[in-house]
């Protein structure tokens, strides 16, 4: 295979890579904490907004397709470039050298974060069979034995900053490299529009936590229709 195949190759890996993490892991990223802050609400919205979507048909075929392998290709690659990529923020103190940085650093925490978030959640709920109408009763039960405990609000709100981060600041960065922001000046404004959309996303999955740590509510499973 000859360099320009290969540096052909490498680029499209690179664009998917920043594709990927648009769409669809970071609409997933919304549509997840915007479903999770209906918990605010109350626990019954919450609970049949579980109970649509673990009843949803193919949806073991879904999550496979349009969110693990995206996610986990996305996060392969990521750590290939954060293992090839070469920053010095202290050497060359730059801004834009320090947001490489932390979209790097972020996003070695969120997979980390993912790790553990879908073993405490996702593995257990498949493994115990609770799906469909019982799914919602199982995760609620689970987040309110999470957030009993400083250790799991801890967790979980250095895993949402860094989420919403590494989404708002990615946005930016594929922008500019897809050619949708052009010029110092309007990449400069979309960089406040980006951090202003990733502090309201920060604030919804905080006040979820929030709401679970002060209001552990528990519900019966729901009976289908």
């Known amino acids: 295979m000859d360099k320009k195949t290969t540096d052909q190759i490498h680029y499209l890996i ?3 890579h920043s594709l990927t993490g648009v769409i669809p892991v970071g609409a997933f990223l919304v549509l997840h904490f915007s479903i999770n802050s209906l918990r ?12 649509i979507i673990n009843n949803l048909p193919f949806l073991i075929w879904i999550e496979a397709g ?13 750590f290939y470039i954060y293992f090839s990529g070469r920053s010095n923020p202290f050497r060359y103190n730059y801004p834009h050298n320090w947001m490489y940085t932390l979209q790097r650093l972020s996003g070695a925490v969120v997979f980390a974060f993912l790790i553990y978030h879908l073993a405490t959640t996702v593995v257990p709920k498949l493994w115990y069979g609770n799906t469909q109408f019982e799914a919602a009763p199982y995760l ?16 979980y709100a250095i895993g949402i900053v860094a ?13 500019i ?15 406040y529009i980006f951090a202003l959309f990733g502090l309201v996303l920060t604030v919804m999955g905080l006040s979820t ?13 729901t009976e289908p229709g």
């Open 14 to 16: 690179l664009k998917t």
């Open 40 to 51: 605010t609400v109350g626990v019954w919205p919450y609970q049949i907004s579980i109970d």
């Open 66 to 78: 349009f969110i693990i392998a995206p996610l986990m290709f996305h996060s392969l690659v990521g």
């Open 140 to 155: 609620i039960y689970v987040m309110n034995q999470e957030f009993k405990s400083w250790d799991g609000r801890i967790i």
């Open 163 to 175: 989420a919403t981060f590494h989404f708002s600041s990615g946005l930016w960065g594929f922008c």
């Open 177 to 191: 490299s897809w050619g949708i922001l052009i010029g110092r000046r309007a990449q400069t404004n979309a960089g």
């Open 209 to 221: 936590v929030v709401e679970f740590s002060l209001h552990p509510v528990g519900v019966e499973a």
